[in-house]
């Protein structure tokens, strides 16, 4: 079979009459090997988690209990699932907050650093290749309070004080979560800063010291402002990855003490899995779904149309 | 895009001293570094020297917490599973993302980015979402407690955005070596085989190695899909073996440091294709 150029393909394209069979039979016997296996297990599922989360069904029998949007109104009224949501966003306003200005100032800090850096960039990455399970068993010893790290540390500024349970403490254990969201993936931020700031000339920064710029007006007018677009995606991706928090909660706290730390994944979890209520988890899969759907689609809208152009 | 070396900006005024610089990134590299540390040195107390002091080294080091992991099976047992999936995912993905790239870098055709777009509709589903009939759907498929019940909906989900992150490799390729390949008589099947798959080696290494890196951490799908222990993968195993021997710390830390080498490892060494993978995902995606 004798292949066409691209561009004569761009030509052949223009009307349905010119169909070239050839291409078609090509193009399908790329697209359907991947086709497959993805409509099969990420659109499919999608599609039937919407269809399940209008009945009642415990995932073994027909489907046939059909309730409408009971399912619905029972999670919007239930606390539990209020407070694992407001958990989430919780995490998403400290990460915002605390970790992404962190990571940020670190950034700044390694470029101007003559000697090392490479070190401390790999050092301060290393965190986020690693499993949430072993970070998590990791936090978990850090924080026991007989024996951990973190006591030890309390003992030796204040002797004999009474040694703390930070994740058996309804009132500490989110914090003392985010500590450990933060070990992990302030460096994966950094990393992103650290590429954005190499998309600025340095000419530009250059310029506005000759100028007679301070070092902070600098930062405050020229670099911060040519960073925007790395700023507005890592607040995307902390705020999405801090929506669907599951593995490091469901390893060192199972959403406990008492719901204390519960996020809508792990709600979902012990619905679905454990008590087998898959309408129910279904419809928590969908509400899930929209509240990044819906912050998705508003901050693209109004954050980061700029730039996509 | 690959990380390059920062340049120095050159202002006079600089906003904090070099000490003062080495300083906080030194106190930023020990809180990265002294829990890794920590964690490898009280694996080797018993347990009760382990609820006294946990900054101090052992009084003597104690090996049997490390040689009970390695002479039992199960850790084997698990570093294999994992590898296994890792592998098995790495290689599916690669094909699997590689063909439909191709097709939407390379080719013209009607209809081309209404179909990218539903390919790549798949990034708006975290897999939380469809985790529910996914599993439903496994167990008609008889995937429950098989390793290809990771594996594959692995691929799957890695699908959308590798093929993404590959269509902007691939549009690099000049239009001149399409039109050059075709005089030649170059098949479509030829030129993806033998012009774009050999020229795209790093893109294609830096997807395989963060593809690598989200299999081996994966910890949600295993804990659904697995039930036989013969069966888990290290992750799934840690978080089984933290429960099972919660009290036996010296054990548990010992276990965690053994599977901590061969990612630190592994990190090392392909430090470069993470960045590259994970920072050209983050700008085009």
């Known amino acids: ?309 | 895009m690959t990380i390059r070396e920062a340049h120095v900006p050159t202002s006079p005024a600089r906003w904090t001293t070099p000490l003062l610089q080495y300083v906080i990134t030194i106190l930023v590299a020990l809180i990265v570094l002294v829990p890794l540390l920590a964690t490898a040195i009280n694996g080797f107390k018993p347990n009760a020297e382990l609820m006294q002091q946990p900054f101090a080294l052992p009084k003597t080091w104690l090996w049997s917490n490390y040689t009970n992991v390695l002479q039992s099976n199960a850790f084997w047992r698990m570093l294999r599973n994992s590898v296994l999936v890792m592998i098995a995912t790495a290689v599916g993905v690669i094909v699997l993302a590689s063909m439909p790239a191709y097709v939407f870098s390379r080719m013209r055709f009607r209809g081309r980015e209404l179909l990218f777009n539903f390919f790549t509709l798949g990034l708006l589903f975290p897999i939380a979402v469809a985790i529910l009939p996914l599993y439903i759907t496994l167990r008609q498929l008889n995937l429950i407690d098989s390793l290809w019940g990771i594996i594959l909906p692995q691929i799957a989900f890695g699908l959308p955005g590798n093929i993404l992150i590959l269509r902007g490799f691939f549009a690099t390729i000049p239009q001149e070596l399409d039109e050059a390949a075709a005089m030649d008589g170059c098949s479509p099947v030829g030129y993806y085989l033998r012009i774009l798959l050999p020229l795209m080696r790093p893109a294609l290494a830096a997807v395989a190695v963060l593809t690598m890196v989200v299999s081996w951490n994966n910890f949600f799908l295993p804990l659904l899909v697995l039930n036989s222990e013969e069966l888990y993968t290290l992750p799934l195993g840690i978080q089984q073996f933290q429960g099972q021997f919660g009290t036996d710390w010296g054990r548990v830390l010992a276990f965690v440091t053994l599977a901590l080498v061969p990612t630190i490892g592994f990190y090392l060494l392909a430090e470069r294709q993470i960045v590259a993978g994970l920072t050209a995902g983050a700008v085009k995606g």
């Open chain 1, 1 to 309: 079979m004798a292949q066409p150029s691209s561009r004569a393909l761009g030509r052949a394209a223009v009307g349905w009459s010119r169909i070239r069979w050839g291409q078609v039979i090509t193009i399908a016997g790329f697209l359907l090997p991947a086709a497959i296996i993805y409509v099969g297990l990420v659109l499919l599922p999608v599609v039937q988690a919407v269809y399940f989360s209008f009945f009642r069904w415990n995932g073994l029998g027909p489907l046939e209990q059909f309730n409408g949007l009971a399912n619905y109104v029972r999670i919007l009224s239930d606390r539990a699932f209020l407070s694992a949501l407001g958990h989430n966003l919780q995490i998403a306003i400290l990460s915002l907050a605390f970790q992404l200005p962190l990571s940020l100032a670190l950034a700044l800090l390694i470029r101007e650093i003559r000697w090392g850096r490479a070190v401390f960039r790999t050092i301060f990455f290393l965190p986020f290749v690693l499993s949430e399970v072993v970070i998590g068993v990791i936090w978990n010893f850090i924080y026991r309070p007989q024996g951990g790290l973190i006591n030890a540390v309390l003992q030796m500024i204040a002797p004999g004080s009474e040694p703390s349970a930070l994740l058996a403490d309804p009132d500490t254990v989110l914090y003392a979560l985010f500590i450990v969201i933060t070990w992990k993936y302030f460096g994966y931020h950094m990393i992103l800063y650290i590429a954005g700031l190499q998309n600025i000339p340095a000419e530009i920064e250059e310029a506005a010291a000759i100028d007679g710029c301070s070092r902070l007006q600098t930062l405050r007018y020229i670099t911060l402002p040519l960073l925007g677009s790395t700023v507005r995606l890592t607040i995307y991706l902390s705020v999405l990855g801090s929506l669907q928090l599951f593995d490091l909660i469901w390893v060192m706290t199972t959403g406990g003490p008492v719901g204390a730390s519960d996020t809508m994944a792990t709600y979902l979890y012990k619905y679905g899995f454990q008590r087998f209520q898959l309408g129910y988890g279904s419809a928590v899969a969908v509400i899930l779904f929209l509240i990044c759907f819906g912050f998705s689609l508003v901050y693209q809208r109004f954050a980061m149309r700029s730039d996509y152009e």
